[in-house]
């Protein structure tokens, strides 16, 4: 059986868990997003969360993040309430789709600086500390020739590098992105990839809902097959195999 961070193995314990969801339902009137989820992802971890439109991946981002109050069950991240990570600066979210007005004259330098506002003074006036950490955001997501651009003008991929590198820039232990491949360029894909691996190996722990199955093998280190309820958790490896994936797309033709 697959263990995640914060099980017991042989003598030692593994550390805390950055995620843990324990027997999660979501309730949206009459219908059910989220039924009896349990989730446990630890420090240094990428896994990918894999299932079909309307499974509940960003149902399970939003409950993670505190913005979505569960009908039974409970959320831990770090061993606290959602609320006072989001508070901290713990956790940053990635969305699908942003919520931007493309013609506003703000730069990618000036998007990247956002992740920092949690840990910057009432009045947002970044130090040096944060001006490193956008610099070193810029550079990791390949950014830096960019950084004076109108953030309308750039393109799908290099928006979604930028978006990354928010979340990059605020240094939060935990990162979950909503479909970060969707619509990117090669470059894009391969920069994210590196990008988040290297978070992991850092320590941060990182959640991706991906409808990409081809970078998900390389890239995560687990994988969850998702329909409103967990139906595996185990290697990308094995909840890729063609056998389990059918579990989800037949648990959608039953739901439907």
Known sequence: MFVAGGEVTGDRMTPEAAVEVTDVTVVYGDVVALEDVSV?????RVCG???????????????????????AGEVRLFGADPARGRRAGEVAYVPQAE??????????????????????????RARAVDRAAVDDALEQAELVDLADRQIGELSGGQRRRVFVARGIAQD?????LDEPFSGVDKRSEATISKLLRRRADD???????????????ELADEAILL????????APGEVLRPENLALAFHAGEVAG
Do not use: Q
């Not at 931007?100 to 956002?114: A, I």
């Not at 320590?203 to 093998?217: E, F, K, M, Q, S």
């Open 203 to 217: 320590g941060c722990a990182v959640l991706i809902a991906t409808h990409d199955l081809n970078t998900t093998p």
């Open 49 to 71: 969360l894999i299932g079909m439109n309307g499974s509940g991946k960003s149902t399970l981002f939003k409950t993670i993040m505190g913005l979505v109050r569960p009908r």
């Open 40 to 44: 446990r992802l630890g420090p240094g």
């Open 99 to 124: 919520n931007v007005d493309w013609e506003f004259p703000l730069r990618v330098r000036d998007v990247v600086t956002m992740g920092r506002y949690g840990r910057m003074s009432p009045l947002r």
């Open 172 to 176: 939060a232990r935990l990162l979950l």
């Open 227 to 234: 329909h409103r309820r967990v139906l595996m958790h185990a």
